[in-house]
């Protein structure tokens, strides 16, 4: 009976695992992020023998026992083949690994280097907005950016968002913008989210979405991957999105206010693996520096820092240069294992905010359930 793997729906990854299991034993089952959630976290069984997980979901799971320690000694490098930052999220409160970095973020501003680097659109902006077209430093000068690009009659966008709630890029997307504000989700063991910072961060949303209106409507129903889809279609001048949805044309610098999210996507072993040793070598195979290499190459993002320094894999994107920079200005969700409900709170508020025009109230309502969640 061959191994199965299972995991989130996506290119890159299908044509990686396509590459990567050829001549194995061993299937793939990739399913879009929602119902990965619910077969892994919120089902006994997910029935695989590998998962690919998002680290957010690392802390409940290991909380409940619902993973097995990964044997790190078997991973070729460890640890240093890794960057600290995706070292520490499968990390579990025992000290022991429950997971190997396979695809790596984290979140970076992307633009298109046709438009910031056109002679005219650089002397436009710098008379209308009065400073230079560079990547931004503030958000305020993002927003400058994205109005400047605004062009819907001519089918380009400002900028491009992934708005569908499903409790993963509005969520990362909303802590990016209070992080960078001085703000945080958590302070003091209650919601931080009657602060200046949260109430900055909404009106920015708001700002984007329904005043200056710099995103496509439509994208209130892309995720992710769609989103990505659609900038490297060239319907939007820039982003701040995964690293890994740059082209080789594409410019990438860290984030405005320079804190920027790291989450990134583990195999892990399930606590029902029928052969948990099969397990760990299907992942110790996957986790070589040649098949990191064939996952940068299918369109995912190389995470061992050999990698990020192979001339192959630099050549196929811009963004392998300032991976170990940006890392170091990274952070993450909150390491609880209440993290999949606070992240329904926030997709919640999020969803109210881009979807039915309800910031401040969404805001006030989102603070009430994070303090009776925490207390």
């Known amino acids: 009976m061959p191994l199965r793997i299972l995991g989130r729906a996506f290119d890159g990854f299908d044509r990686a695992f396509t590459k990567q299991l050829q001549n194995l034993d061993v299937e793939h089952e990739l399913v879009d992020i929602l119902e990965l959630e619910r077969r ?25 026992g619902r993973l097995l320690p990964i044997e ?3 991973i070729q490098g460890w640890p240093d083949a890794y960057a600290p930052a995706l070292r520490q999220l499968q990390q579990g409160p025992d000290g022991r690994t429950y997971g ?23 002397a436009g902006f710098r008379e209308r907005f009065g400073y230079e077209l560079e990547n931004p430093l503030d958000w305020n000068q993002f927003m400058d950016q994205a109005i400047w690009f605004n062009r819907p009659e001519k089918g380009l966008y400002g900028t491009v968002q992934a708005g569908f709630p499903d409790e993963h890029n509005p969520v990362y997307d909303f802590l990016t913008q209070l ?24 009106a920015f949303f708001h700002d984007l979405w329904h005043i200056s209106q710099v995103v496509n409507p439509a994208a209130a129903q892309w995720d992710s991957v769609e989103s990505g889809q659609r900038f490297a279609a060239g319907e939007a001048a820039m982003m701040v999105n995964w690293a890994g949805f740059a082209s080789p044309h594409d410019g990438c610098a860290p984030v405005p206010g320079a804190t920027t999210m790291n989450a990134y996507w ?18 110790r195979k996957l986790a070589t520096p040649e098949m990191d290499v064939v ?38 969700v909150p390491s609880d294992p209440r993290w999949p409900r606070m992240a329904g709170i926030v997709n919640e508020l999020m969803r109210g905010l881009i979807a039915d025009r309800k910031g401040f109230e969404s805001l006030q309502d989102a603070h009430e359930k994070l303090n009776r969640l925490l207390t």
Do not use: C, K
Not at 40 to 64: G, S
Not at 107 to 114: I, V
Not at 266 to 283: E, R
Not at 302 to 315: E, I, K
């Open 40 to 64: 892994v976290v919120h089902t006994r069984a997910p029935e695989a023998d590998v998962l690919l997980l998002i680290t957010d979901w690392l802390p409940a799971l290991i909380e409940a």
């Open 72 to 74: 790190t000694t078997s």
């Open 100 to 122: 190997v970095a396979y695809h790596d973020g984290p979140m970076l501003f992307l633009y298109r280097t046709d438009l910031y680097r056109d002679p005219q659109e650089q």
């Open 179 to 202: 992080w960078s504000r001085g703000g945080d989700l958590i302070v003091g063991g209650r919601s931080g989210l009657d602060s200046a910072p949260a109430l900055e961060t909404v």
């Open 266 to 283: 583990v195999l892990a072993i399930p606590s029902d693996a029928p052969d948990p040793q099969q397990s760990q070598a299907l992942i």
């Open 295 to 332: 996952t940068a190459l299918s369109g995912g993002s190389a995470t061992r820092r050999d990698s990020w320094a192979n001339p192959r894999v630099r050549s196929s994107a811009p963004y392998y240069e300032v991976l170990e920079t940006a890392h170091r200005n990274s952070r993450s």
